[in-house]
């Protein structure tokens, strides 16, 4: 069997956010989301828009670079106002550093406090961060071992094909070639990430589609990323960040909204065989 899933990153960040999921989840085609955990609407998303979407599936969208911690004395991840400090960049070295025990503990303190706040809440079926976080192997690592501890199926890796869009102004900017490194970096280490998924015998997507074209991503995108895969049988991915007005058209994301409301894509999704579906929903 061939699934496809439509993964709203970002929900509860935002009430704009929170209020496109619910848009686009009555079209048929999102019924997957990530919830930020420290996000300004998370009590939204939670109180007022999950009970609204009773088929979508909810995981948890780990955040350490973004906003403020839900830990009160972190010393290497945030500033005095509890506000996360770091780049992917940083956090990448750090990660790495010698004598790093501190760090690490930290984050996984973090992590901890952000999937229990979640589990509270609302069932969870997956796990992915922001701005790949947890793709860094050592947090990958990490991140496996509480799954399993928290009985989490799925941790989602960025194992994506290379694919061309015929549509020659997208690749004539910046985004497409920070785009471009990103995916390359993330494939390498998704190598190694692998092993640990083995290891713990969690499960995962088997492509993700969103690295390449991340802020550009519309229906021909996710179509011809599609074409190129041809496993009979597979998870495919497809992440968004879906916002409705002003802030989603400057960056992008306002097309990601308009592409989850499409039911000309989710016809031909469908005919490429996929069931839209999940990771809620177990295989049968």
Do not use: W
């Not at 509860?12 to 496109?20: F, Q």
């Not at 989602?156 to 900017?173: N, W």
């Not at 031909?268 to 177990?282: A, D, F, P, Q, R």
């Amino acid at each position: 069997m061939k699934k496809f899933i439509l993964n709203a990153d970002g929900f509860g960040e935002s009430k704009d956010i929170n209020r496109a999921v619910l848009e686009c989840y009555k079209y048929g085609l999102l019924k997957s989301v990530s919830i930020t955990p420290n996000g300004d609407a998370f009590d939204e998303a939670v109180n007022d828009i999950i009970p609204n979407c009773p088929e979508i599936g909810v995981g948890i969208h780990l955040n350490i670079t973004k906003g403020k911690s839900l830990c009160s004395d972190l010393k290497t991840l945030t500033d005095e106002n509890k506000k996360f400090n770091n780049s992917f960049l940083m956090i990448l070295l750090k990660t790495y550093l010698p004598k790093n025990e501190e760090f690490m503990q930290e984050i996984e303190r973090e992590f901890r406090n952000q999937i229990e706040k979640t589990m509270s809440k609302t069932p969870v079926s997956h796990i992915d961060s922001q701005e790949y976080i947890h793709a860094i192997p050592k947090i990958f690592k990490m991140v496996c071992r509480l799954a399993k501890e928290y009985n989490i199926r799925y941790v989602i890796t960025h194992h994506e094909k290379p694919y061309f869009v015929p549509d020659a102004m997208r690749h004539l900017t910046l985004r497409y070639l920070v785009n471009f490194f990103i995916h390359k970096f993330l494939n390498i280490i998704n190598v190694i990430n692998e092993v640990s998924l083995r290891i713990n015998k969690l499960r995962t997507n088997n492509y993700l589609i969103g690295v390449s074209y991340n802020a550009m991503m519309d229906s021909l995108a996710v179509h011809y990323g599609l074409k190129d895969i041809k496993a009979k049988q597979t998870v495919v991915e497809v992440v968004i960040h879906p916002k409705r007005y002003e802030e989603g058209q400057v960056d992008g994301c306002f097309g990601e909204f308009i592409l989850a409301k499409n039911q000309k894509l989710k016809d031909k999704i469908e005919g490429l065989g996929y069931l839209i579906t999940n990771y809620v929903k177990k295989e049968t």
